[in-house]
């Protein structure tokens, strides 16, 4: 995936804000709170790290170019960081990147939610 694709991916998120931050890296975020970090890797590759669910996590941490994302992983977050395209094509990490904002967003403040329009209830 292309940096403009993923910044379109993840601009298509509700109430998504993107910053540019931590050596270039772009950040996109749901009420305060990341939810994908992209920076570009080795070999002009664009690395994708975004949040996922406990059984997504412990299946692809295996996988061909993925990995438990460096920082926040160690720290006992569940995170995964594309790496490669190698057995998660583009469309698979978009909707990866859909289910980790809708992970982040779930976790907000009911008040927060509420304020943005996620309240679903």
Not at 24 to 44: D, L
Request: with cysteine; hydrophobic share 40%.
């Amino acid at each position: 995936m292309q940096i403009d694709r993923y910044n379109a991916v993840c601009g298509a998120l509700p109430h998504t804000t993107h910053v540019v931050q931590w050596g270039g890296s772009h950040v996109w975020k749901v009420g305060g709170k990341v939810f994908a970090i992209g920076s570009q890797a080795s070999q002009g590759n664009l690395a994708v790290s975004f949040k996922c669910s406990d059984m997504a996590f412990d299946v692809l941490r295996e996988q061909p170019g993925l990995r438990p994302a460096p920082y926040l992983a160690s720290r006992g977050m569940k995170w995964i960081q594309r790496q490669t395209g190698e057995t998660m094509d583009d469309d698979a990490l978009a909707d990866y990147l859909a289910e980790s904002h809708r992970i982040v967003a779930s976790g907000l403040t009911r008040k927060l939610k509420r304020e943005l329009g996620l309240d679903t209830a």
